[in-house]
Protein backbone atom coordinates (compact mmCIF):
# COMPACT_ATOMS: atom_id res chain seq x y z
CA UNK A 1 0.00 0.00 0.00
CA UNK A 2 0.93 3.81 -0.50
CA UNK A 3 1.51 6.11 1.52
CA UNK A 4 -0.29 9.76 -0.07
CA UNK A 5 1.89 12.72 1.28
CA UNK A 6 0.43 15.96 1.58
CA UNK A 7 2.73 19.23 2.32
CA UNK A 8 1.46 22.41 2.91
CA UNK A 9 2.08 25.55 0.74
CA UNK A 10 4.24 28.20 1.67
CA UNK A 11 2.32 31.30 2.98
CA UNK A 12 4.59 33.82 2.26
CA UNK A 13 6.17 35.09 -1.40
CA UNK A 14 9.92 36.02 -1.35
CA UNK A 15 10.27 39.25 -3.06
CA UNK A 16 13.63 40.82 -3.72
CA UNK A 17 13.56 44.48 -3.69
CA UNK A 18 17.23 46.83 -3.83
CA UNK A 19 19.51 43.36 -3.90
CA UNK A 20 17.48 42.12 -0.34
CA UNK A 21 15.16 39.62 -0.48
CA UNK A 22 11.62 40.00 1.85
CA UNK A 23 8.93 37.97 2.62
CA UNK A 24 5.39 38.97 2.44
CA UNK A 25 3.60 36.71 4.35
CA UNK A 26 0.31 35.53 3.72
CA UNK A 27 -1.20 34.15 7.15
CA UNK A 28 -4.59 34.62 8.19
CA UNK A 29 -3.76 37.10 10.69
CA UNK A 30 -1.12 39.17 8.30
CA UNK A 31 -4.44 38.75 5.41
CA UNK A 32 -6.95 40.48 7.67
CA UNK A 33 -4.46 43.44 8.50
CA UNK A 34 -3.62 43.89 4.82
CA UNK A 35 -7.41 44.03 3.56
CA UNK A 36 -7.74 46.39 6.17
CA UNK A 37 -4.93 48.55 5.22
CA UNK A 38 -5.51 48.25 1.20
CA UNK A 39 -9.20 49.85 2.05
CA UNK A 40 -7.79 52.23 4.50
CA UNK A 41 -5.24 53.58 1.82
CA UNK A 42 -6.73 52.99 -1.47
CA UNK A 43 -7.78 56.23 -1.80
CA UNK A 44 -4.48 57.82 -1.29
CA UNK A 45 -4.44 61.28 -3.80
CA UNK A 46 -1.93 63.22 -5.47
CA UNK A 47 -2.78 66.81 -4.84
CA UNK A 48 -3.30 69.40 -8.06
CA UNK A 49 -0.07 70.98 -8.17
CA UNK A 50 -0.99 73.86 -10.41
CA UNK A 51 -2.67 75.70 -7.19
CA UNK A 52 -0.72 74.29 -4.63
CA UNK A 53 1.82 76.12 -1.79
CA UNK A 54 4.84 74.81 -0.31
CA UNK A 55 3.29 74.42 2.87
CA UNK A 56 0.67 72.30 1.51
CA UNK A 57 3.49 70.35 -0.33
CA UNK A 58 5.48 70.00 2.65
CA UNK A 59 2.53 68.37 4.67
CA UNK A 60 0.82 66.20 1.77
CA UNK A 61 4.32 64.67 0.96
CA UNK A 62 5.37 64.45 4.94
CA UNK A 63 1.46 62.37 4.97
CA UNK A 64 2.37 60.68 1.60
CA UNK A 65 5.73 58.97 3.08
CA UNK A 66 3.96 58.24 6.27
CA UNK A 67 1.42 56.53 5.04
CA UNK A 68 3.57 54.74 2.54
CA UNK A 69 5.67 53.70 5.74
CA UNK A 70 2.52 51.74 7.47
CA UNK A 71 1.80 50.22 4.32
CA UNK A 72 5.72 49.35 3.79
CA UNK A 73 6.26 48.05 7.38
CA UNK A 74 3.34 46.10 7.65
CA UNK A 75 3.66 44.48 4.85
CA UNK A 76 7.78 43.63 4.33
CA UNK A 77 7.95 44.02 8.42
CA UNK A 78 9.77 46.71 10.76
CA UNK A 79 12.39 48.63 9.33
CA UNK A 80 11.65 48.14 5.40
CA UNK A 81 10.26 51.12 4.37
CA UNK A 82 14.12 53.12 5.57
CA UNK A 83 16.02 50.52 3.84
CA UNK A 84 13.95 50.77 0.61
CA UNK A 85 13.38 54.87 1.03
CA UNK A 86 17.19 54.89 0.84
CA UNK A 87 17.73 52.24 -1.98
CA UNK A 88 14.88 54.04 -4.01
CA UNK A 89 16.35 57.04 -4.17
CA UNK A 90 14.63 58.63 -1.28
CA UNK A 91 11.45 59.01 -3.73
CA UNK A 92 7.95 58.71 -2.66
CA UNK A 93 7.12 58.09 -6.30
CA UNK A 94 8.96 54.61 -6.34
CA UNK A 95 8.26 53.79 -3.04
CA UNK A 96 4.59 54.25 -4.28
CA UNK A 97 4.89 52.03 -7.24
CA UNK A 98 6.43 49.02 -4.54
CA UNK A 99 3.58 49.43 -2.36
CA UNK A 100 1.50 49.46 -5.68
CA UNK A 101 3.14 45.99 -7.05
CA UNK A 102 2.93 44.59 -3.35
CA UNK A 103 -1.02 45.23 -3.12
CA UNK A 104 -1.38 43.30 -6.25
CA UNK A 105 0.02 40.79 -5.07
CA UNK A 106 -1.66 40.52 -2.09
CA UNK A 107 -4.80 41.07 -4.13
CA UNK A 108 -3.87 38.25 -6.81
CA UNK A 109 -3.14 35.71 -3.70
CA UNK A 110 -6.83 36.59 -1.85
CA UNK A 111 -8.30 35.84 -5.78
CA UNK A 112 -6.59 32.92 -7.00
CA UNK A 113 -7.46 31.53 -3.09
CA UNK A 114 -10.99 32.55 -3.22
CA UNK A 115 -11.81 31.35 -7.27
CA UNK A 116 -10.54 28.02 -6.11
CA UNK A 117 -12.71 28.03 -3.08
CA UNK A 118 -16.04 29.25 -5.60
CA UNK A 119 -14.92 26.22 -8.10
CA UNK A 120 -14.40 23.91 -5.62
CA UNK A 121 -18.14 24.58 -4.26
CA UNK A 122 -19.41 24.96 -8.16
CA UNK A 123 -17.88 21.27 -8.44
CA UNK A 124 -19.43 19.83 -5.43
CA UNK A 125 -22.60 21.32 -6.61
CA UNK A 126 -22.67 19.97 -9.95
CA UNK A 127 -22.34 16.36 -8.73
CA UNK A 128 -25.54 16.32 -6.71
Do not use: C, W
Request: aromatic content about 12%.
Amino acid sequence: MTVKKFEFKKTYEEIEAAGKVYRLYFDDERLKRYLVMIEKFKDIQTPDIKSITKEEIDRVMDKQAEDLKEITETLLGDGAFDELYEASGRSIHNMAELVKYLFELVNEYVTEKNNGKIENYYKKVAKK
